[in-house]
């Protein structure tokens, strides 16, 4: 099944800022929110960013979520190590009667 | 603080009965969507459906007619149930708590891994 567009990959430096996109349509992130997981391989995946742009008690600051029209973005600043994991994007999408969708991940690489 | 800790077997053969349990601990069932999402091996999250704690259920057209999803508020836990499994089911499985209709899930269970081979 088709679902939101992610980079597979993203990297830089310590201290770097780095932005990952999730590309989707009308249907989806054009009329829905978006919401970001971070997903370290063998743990439970965790809430990032809710409703577009909003950070639950205990993210930091340094994870901005942004959309605009049928894409979204989320922007990490002043990279750490602990931050190298999968970021995965998700947004309800209105077709065949409504569903969750998620995009394929982006692997963050903390070089 | 809710905890989700799930179980369920791990290795089945095809065309047998997935089944996946899900404990919540530390929180209640009113207001939330409780829900299942797998991962392929080296594939994105796939979200697979939800039941609200009120009965009403919403599922992924692609694994309707094959997964069942049910609550038991006594038992303070959730199931999944996905039949006719084969290889392309083999994923880690995930419960979660939605707080609306297929998303804003928190927390999420550990996860599983069910290998279908026959």
């Known amino acids: 099944q088709s679902g939101l567009t992610q980079p597979p990959s993203a990297s830089g430096t310590p201290g770097q800022r780095v932005t990952i996109s999730c590309s989707g349509n009308?249907?989806?992130?054009?009329?829905?929110?978006v919401y970001w997981y971070q997903h370290l391989p063998g743990t439970a995946p965790k809430l990032l960013i809710y409703?577009?742009?909003q950070r639950p008690s205990g993210v930091p600051d340094r994870f901005f979520g942004s959309k605009s029209g049928t894409s979204a973005s989320l922007a990490i600043s002043g990279l750490r190590s602990e931050d190298e994991a999968d970021y995965h994007c998700?947004?309800?999408?209105?077709?065949?009667?409504?569903?969750?969708?998620f995009g394929g991940g982006t692997k963050l690489t903390v070089l | 603080q809710v905890q989700l800790q799930q179980w369920g077997a791990g290795q089945l053969k095809p065309s047998e009965t997935l089944s996946l349990t899900c404990g919540v601990s530390g929180g209640s069932f009113s207001g939330y969507y409780w829900s299942w999402i797998r991962q392929p091996p080296g594939k994105g999250l796939e979200w697979i459906g939800e039941?609200?704690?009120?009965?009403?259920?919403n599922y992924n057209p692609s694994l309707k007619s094959r997964a069942t999803i049910s609550i038991d508020t006594s038992k303070n836990k959730f199931s999944l149930k996905l039949k006719s499994v084969s290889a392309a089911d083999t994923a880690v499985y995930f419960c979660?708590?939605?707080?609306?209709?297929?998303?804003?899930?928190?927390?999420w269970g550990q996860g599983t891994l069910v290998t279908v081979s026959s």
């Open positions: 998700a947004a309800w999408d209105d077709t065949l009667g409504g569903r969750g969708l």
């Open positions: 409703k577009n742009n």
């Open positions: 009308s249907s989806n992130i054009g009329r829905n929110f």
């Open positions: 039941m609200h704690h009120s009965g009403s259920t």
């Open positions: 979660a708590r939605g707080k609306v209709m297929g998303n804003w899930f928190d927390p």
